[in-house]
Each structure stands twice: as C-alpha cells, then as structure tokens.
C-alpha cells in the first residue's frame, strides 16, 4: 500500500463524525492509508489544548480510531500547543506531559505536533525542538513535525513575521531523522511540486518531506466560495517515491473531497490522465445525475465561485439537485446556499 493519505487539518467548517467514520470504508475500498485528525476548530488541539478533555471527548476520539483500525487504516491526532512563548514555564511542560500520556495511551498510529499557522517567537526552533524531542519518548515510531514554515511562500512571513534566520536551514540538524517534517511545495497552495523541488527539499531537510498537499484546500474566506474541482495536475511522478508521504488536506466539503482524493490517487498509482481520474471518480462516488451535474459544472464552481453565481443560476441548480438526497448531492446545496463561508481565522488565504 503507498503512503498516502488524508489529514484533516483546515479551517473553517469541520467534517462531521459521521462523514469521519464513513471515511474509513472509503480508503479501505479504493486506497489511502491513514487518518490523522487536526482541525482547526477543534480548540481542544490548539488554543485550548492546556484545558481538560473530557470523556465525551476521548470517547469520541476512540471510537475514530477503532473504526479505522476495523478498516486496517492507522489513525493520527494532531497536537498543536499554541501560544508556549520563547520559554516553556513548568505548567506548560506539565500540560504537555499531560497531553502526551493520554494520546499515547489512546493507542494511535501517528502524533502530530502542528505548529502551523501561529505567533511566532526568536527562539522557535529551539523550543520546538525541545517539545519534539519530549513527544519522541511517547512516539518513537509515527511522529510528524509541521514546522511554522513549511514552504517557501513569502505569505508566511507577511502574516506571522519573518522567519528566523537559520530556521528552516536547522530543521535537518536539530530535528530527528526519523521524525517527519511537513512541506506543502513551493506555495501554501502549489500549482506545482517538481522533481527539481522535491530533491531540493529534501537536501534542505535532510530527509523525505512530508508533502502536506493543500491542492483542494478551500479554508479561507475567499477559498470558501469556490469548490476546488480541480485536476490533479502539476506534479511530478516522483511525488510519491521522493516523499515519505503524500498527505492530502481537503476541501470542508468531505464527500465532495472524497471525489478528489480518489481521482488523485488514481493518477499517482494507476497513471491515468487527470481529466479521466476525475470524471471516472465522479462516475463512481456518485449518483448518475450527480456526476453528469458536477463534470459539467465544473468550471462554474472551480472558477467562477459564489460571487459570480446569478441568483437565477443557483436556484436553477437547486431545482436540479432537488431529489438527489445523497452525501455529495447535499453538500453542493449546501454550498450553494452559503453553509460553508468561512470568517477571516486562515490568514494565509
């Protein structure tokens, strides 16, 4: 099975439980290998991630990662420990042990350690480093590193503040090989990852990126009126075999996404051409008039977005969605009624 996968790690609108579950049967089915839970919105992770989880909580967190287990799939959690400062005080170090005990006992695959899209700090390598270097004691195997900058993209340095100088220069020496780094390619959001890139990457790194594929995302408050329809295009054939994994960070939309990660997996693993994977997962995730609807729609909802949809335009969809109560059918209504904006918490988009 090729490493390849799914991380829920978006803002805006989090998938619903029962869509998580339903994920499962999916990747078993037609291919994928892992999971790993980091929405944004999920405070418990992130801005909140020092206060106490629940039963209802832990609960709900167990029973995801039985159902992928059932479904020989590993399953991951994705701690983000937001605001820890240029020094980790001992209640912090105490949260974290905390935090660290109960994912552990929880039997995951993969522990994330996302530090992703947060205030920055003069020593933040540093205390990274020391925060990966606790997680390693209860992670050994399946640890993952999203460093604050994780592409070349200079938007990150305009929203968060210049990288530190020798920051992503000293993630190859002071982060474990072992342990993976998160790369989204050139951009937040790619058009292209090349071979060139990738082997660039990886000499800077000292090891595999973990490509964290933002191709679909549609998180932001501009993104969010558009559904990310798109070809799986611009990557180089090696992205599988230059990577130690391709993890692919969908649209808020899980059954729509499900379309996308199938036509892309289908072109990484059975060559197919992009427009053909597309239009053949189409055929197979959805109703007949559901797929015919989305192929020739397609370039509506990719390019033209909510904006420049006419009120006639999308009541004439609706009419014609009307009867079809599936998933992917109940998503597009739902977009085109406005369900899925987003308010200005993804800075990058």
Known sequence: ?????????????????????????????????????????DAHLRKAWREQWQPDYLNQLTTLRNNFHQHQLKFGVALSPFGLGSVISSVDWSHLKHKLEILS??????????????????DLLRVQTDVVELAYKYFPKGLIFCPSYYTFDPILDKVFGERPKGYVEGLKDYIRK??????????????????????????????????????????????????????FTGRDDSLVSETSSVG????????????????????????????????????ELCSPQMA???IQHRSVFLNDGLDKVSGEEKINFLKELASDVTPVAMEMKAW??????????????
């Not at 006992?105 to 003069?122: N, S």
């Not at 090349?194 to 995302?217: D, M, Q, T, Y």
């Not at 808020?252 to 996308?260: E, G, M, R, W």
């Not at 085109?336 to 800075?347: H, R």
């Open 336 to 349: 085109l009624k406005g369900e899925y904006l987003v308010g200005p918490e993804c800075l990058t988009d």
């Open 105 to 122: 006992q929880l039997k995951i695959d993969y522990l994330g350690l996302f530090f992703d899209d947060m205030p920055v700090t003069p």
């Open 1 to 41: 099975m090729t490493n390849i996968g799914i991380v829920e790690g978006f803002f805006g609108p989090e998938w619903s439980h029962e869509a998580r579950l339903d994920l499962a049967p999916f990747l078993q089915k037609y291919g994928g290998s892992y999971y790993i839970y980091a929405p944004k919105r």
């Open 292 to 294: 015919q609807f989305i």
């Open 178 to 231: 072992d342990v993976d780094v998160c790369w989204t390619g050139p951009r937040v959001i790619s058009e292209e990852i090349s071979r060139a890139h990738l082997e660039e990457v990886r000499a800077l790194l000292g090891r595999k990126p973990f490509i964290w594929e933002n191709i679909f995302a549609n998180d932001g408050p501009r993104n969010c009126k558009f559904l990310k329809l798109k070809y």
């Open 248 to 283: 692919f960070n969908l649209m808020n939309q899980p059954y729509l996404s499900q379309i996308l990660f199938l036509a892309s997996y289908w072109v990484m693993t059975k060559n197919l051409s992009p427009q053909l994977a597309f239009e053949n997962s189409c055929h």
